[in-house]
């Protein structure tokens, strides 16, 4: 058994809810489409309905970036709102790598910064997961801090700015294979095999 608690078998959910299945653990981050509006009055029977994409772990932290955003854009709360939709969004193609790009604005200890970042991933979830990860590294910036404002898929090689995306898209691209362990020969050997030849 593996220390965050997956069996060689089948798959188990771990502490923080991340299944892991056959090597590969699925995103953090779930794309959420939120539709709210504020509630019917005599002077407003029938609210305009608001619709974003929300990254979220979970549908609770979802609705609530939805009202956090939808306070500072409209005059709208969640004391007098409500929630009429909540539907996950699916990646179309989930096993083809893609390159996004990412619109994002973040407060620092100095100010607040507009930024756009470049990533390469199987769905727009995990581009955002990586994205979280990098401002953490990068900026120390945390998840309530980081506004995302666009993610969008790169389709032309030719868009793409940043240096540590366009290395990856060379063709014939190879990857050294440093450490090969040679299979011994023998069944019985007097000398123990050394794999750093």
Known sequence: MLA????????????????????RRM????EYSVVGRTLPTEADPAPKLYRMRIFAPNEVVAKSR???????LKKAKKANGEIVALNIIHEKKPLKVKNF????RYDSRSGTHNMVKEFR????????????QDMAARH????????????????????IRRPYIKQLLTPGL????????TKSKAWYAANRPSTWA
């Open 4 to 23: 965050v608690g997956v069996l060689w078998l089948g798959c188990l959910e771990s502490a923080r809810g991340v299944v892991l299945t056959s090597n």
């Open 174 to 181: 190879k990857f050294p294979l440093p450490h090969r362990r």
């Open 121 to 132: 991933a199987l769905s727009r979830a995990e581009a955002v997961e990586s994205m979280y």
């Open 140 to 159: 120390r910036a945390r998840f309530r801090n980081v506004q995302i404002l666009r993610v969008a898929e790169i389709e032309k090689t030719e868009d």
């Open 66 to 72: 939805y009202w956090y955003y939808l306070r500072q």
């Open 27 to 30: 995103s953090r981050f779930t």
């Open 101 to 104: 790009a990412i619109w994002l």
